[in-house]
């Protein structure tokens, strides 16, 4: 890859960072938290992909963040109070700024920025010709010589900031340049520099990748200590900076300077400092450092997705031949040894650390998901002609990356169909003794081992009367079919299904909810719907923490060995002959406890031959699903748990329902891993089928 084409996917990454961290200050703005380190937050991340945008040229995107800016400058200064008109528009100047840059990243036409740029010259009051004057970020960095614009101090000078800017070596590495920063101080007052190079070795030892050079500043005319803050904005965290206020340097000699006023000037001789300033200096060096480390951030690379997949498949491999080693240990009869045994137990204690931190890397907040519909509702809603109100919740709970990434579409539908078809119109809403505005509530939150996200909303609730008939309409049901609420609320869920009126860009052709319940039963979980009449709905979608491993009970039914995952069992149980009850014409119960769960036989849902056809003579587990409760599953005996690997069943094979997966025995044979949810509902639609054909008499 071009090297210039490597840093500008870098660029964009970044800009993905900086315009979520830019909508959560907006999003704080607009509920009142304007404070000035939300208004700092919002400025430097516009200001940061306009710096970056021009080193591209990336001209239209840097002429709208300039607008932008001055805006956002205004703000923080005091010029300008973040009233609600104020932050709307500042909202969606957001959105556009976020269209600049996917137009500048796939090469796309124009932004049609035209009427946000005259709304924000409004707030500024400045026009366009005066933004167009200004200079930008990268004027005179590009093959031009260094230079400070600095005006002659007056003397004495009445107030000044002594400066000690001592660059790391790492702010070398990334690109930065110390006279540009000198310029920018320049720009703000008059200015006296000193260069200090008490700390510049001898030639012959000179390392060229490391900073022996510092600048001692004196800044006169500047009465704001946060804009000489905010040009050393970027290398703090890669430099020692000391800002003091009224601290004059001994003045520099005015010959120095008379020659070339503009240019920044290295004397050709240093006198080497003296013994007390020495000792000042180390005195201060252990300060400044510990400092540094006191607010020194997380370090943070960037890593190819493909060389973790590759570590996490890896580690898999691992899991199953620590499986295949134990096996073989059974096997061999060593399991009484000690030495083996505690050996063994250390490997799979290592393995599951090794395994928990490779996990971590790949999972991610499912932030960067819910950051992105406030945009979304914010259109709706101008489209629809409603007042909603977004409410995140769990935005730092965390998922694998490959679930927050088929996450984006499912939810987009789900919060479209909550604002277009479950929120009244404001008329509507008062009538109904409801405040004007809507509400949506978006949240995560782990639960029994997987994650649990919800969408809901306090609207109108599933018309089912409605949904029966449409589903009669468009030919998905026949009149006579007698359906649960359950069921009737699943049929907005089928292909082509919709109750719009007419089709319109938000709604109307049936895709939206087929897909939401598409593309999450791939991931291996399952949703569900509640929902009252005239107080709302909630969709819940159940999913997988990781889509690579699980903790597992193996179970043997007949010749055949599954896995039932861990977070799913309540408790296993051995039941006795009297606790068993019929139901019905062929259902069981269980009595647990004095309380009665329906029990089904794995054996007969999945048609596995030689198992135990008496119930009481196997093992009975206690399973938790969403939206049915707890379920008795009947196998024949229990032989262990263990981590397994997760095999995806549909990619190699096709989806079954009932199976979510399959994985690697120890032993080398192959296990199906059970999907309780579906093997739940398969259970249920199995009794519905049997009396539906005792009532017609089959």
Not at 18 to 46: C, K, P, Q, S, T
Not at 262 to 270: D, G
Not at 523 to 539: D, H, Y
Not at 569 to 581: F, G, H, N, Q, Y
């Amino acid at each position: 890859m071009d090297p210039m084409e490597a840093i500008k996917q870098t660029y964009f990454q970044e800009c993905d960072e900086l315009l979520l961290a830019m909508e959560e200050g907006l999003i704080a703005m607009e509920n009142g938290e304007a404070d000035g380190e939300v208004i700092n937050a919002v400025f430097r991340a516009v200001h940061s992909i306009k710096g970056g945008g021009g080193a591209f040229g990336f001209d239209l995107l840097v002429g709208f963040a300039h607008v932008f800016e001055t805006v956002l400058d205004h703000i923080r200064s005091g010029q300008l109070a973040p009233a609600a008109d104020v932050v709307k528009i500042l909202l969606k100047a957001g959105d556009t700024l976020s269209d600049h840059v996917m137009a500048a990243r796939d090469g796309a036409g124009e932004v049609q920025d035209t009427d946000i740029k005259a709304e924000l010259y409004m707030l500024s009051g400045a026009g366009p010709d005066a933004e167009e004057a200004a200079p930008t970020e990268m004027e005179g960095i590009a093959f031009t010589p260094i230079r400070l614009d600095i005006e002659e101090p007056p003397c004495p000078a009445p107030c000044s900031w002594r400066i000690r800017f001592a660059p790391h070596a790492e702010l070398y590495a990334k690109a930065n340049e110390p006279f540009l920063i000198l310029r920018e101080l320049g720009r703000l007052g008059a200015l006296e520099v000193r260069a200090d190079l008490t700390r510049m070795p001898d030639l012959s030892v000179l390392e060229p990748d490391q900073a022996y050079l510092a600048w001692d500043v004196v800044l006169t005319g500047c009465d704001d200590r946060r804009k000489i803050e905010d040009v050393f904005e970027f290398v703090t965290d890669d430099c020692d900076l000391e800002i003091r206020e009224d601290v004059p340097l001994p003045p520099l000699a005015c010959a120095s300077r008379t020659a070339a006023p503009e240019e920044l000037q290295v004397p050709e001789t240093v006198q080497p400092a003296s013994a007390a300033q020495s000792d000042a200096s180390s005195d201060k060096k252990p300060v400044l450092a510990a400092q540094a480390l006191e607010t020194a951030p997380k370090q943070i690379i960037r890593v190819d997705l493909d060389k973790v997949d590759r570590l996490v498949n890896l580690v898999g491999e691992l899991v199953i031949t620590q499986a295949m080693l134990t096996q073989r240990v059974v096997e061999c009869g060593q399991t009484h040894s000690a030495a083996v045994s505690a050996g063994l137990n250390e490997l799979e204690h290592l393995l599951r650390q090794l395994q928990e931190s490779v996990m971590a890397i790949r999972t991610q907040p499912v932030k960067s998901v819910f950051q992105r519909m406030p945009r979304l509702v914010r259109e709706l809603a101008a489209q629809t002609n409603k007042q909603v109100h977004l409410a995140l919740e769990g935005e730092a709970t965390e998922v694998d990356k490959t679930v927050i990434e088929r996450l984006g579409e499912p939810l987009t539908h789900m919060i479209r169909n909550a604002i277009d078809h479950g929120l009244e119109s404001p008329d509507e809403r008062i009538a109904a003794g409801k405040p004007a505005e809507g509400s949506v509530k978006l949240s995560a939150e782990h639960r029994g081992g997987r994650i649990v996200i919800e969408v809901a909303d306090d609207g109108r609730g599933i018309d089912r009367a409605r949904v029966r008939a449409k589903a009669m309409e468009r030919g998905l049901i026949s009149a006579s079919a007698s359906l649960s609420d359950d069921e009737v609320d699943n049929l907005i869920f089928l292909p082509g299904f919709s109750t719009a009126s007419q089709v319109s860009n938000i709604s109307g052709r049936g895709v939206g909810l087929d897909v939401v319940r598409r593309n999450i039963v791939e991931l291996g979980g399952r949703i569900v719907i509640s929902s009252t009449a005239g107080k709302g709905s909630r969709f819940s979608l159940t999913l997988p923490l990781t889509l690579a491993v699980l903790d597992g009970m193996v179970v043997a039914v007949g010749n055949e060995t599954y896995i039932l995952p861990l977070s799913h069992i309540v408790e296993s149980l051995r039941p006795k002959a009297s606790d068993i009850r019929p139901f019905g014409s062929s259902g069981r119960l269980l009595n647990v406890r004095g309380g009665y769960v329906p029990l089904y036989s794995v054996a007969d849902l999945l048609g596995v031959t030689g198992a135990q056809d008496d119930l009481a003579a196997g093992v009975v587990i206690l399973v938790e699903s969403e939206g049915v409760g707890r379920t008795a599953l009947a196998v024949d005996t229990i032989i262990g748990q263990r981590q397994v690997v997760i095999k995806s069943f549909e990619s190699n094979y096709r989806h079954i329902e009932g199976i979510a997966a399959a994985t690697i025995l120890g032993d080398g044979r192959v296990a199906l891993i059970l999907d309780i949810d579906g093997l739940v509902a398969r259970c249920r639609e199995n009794g519905r089928s049997r009396e539906y054909l005792q009532a017609i008499g089959a």
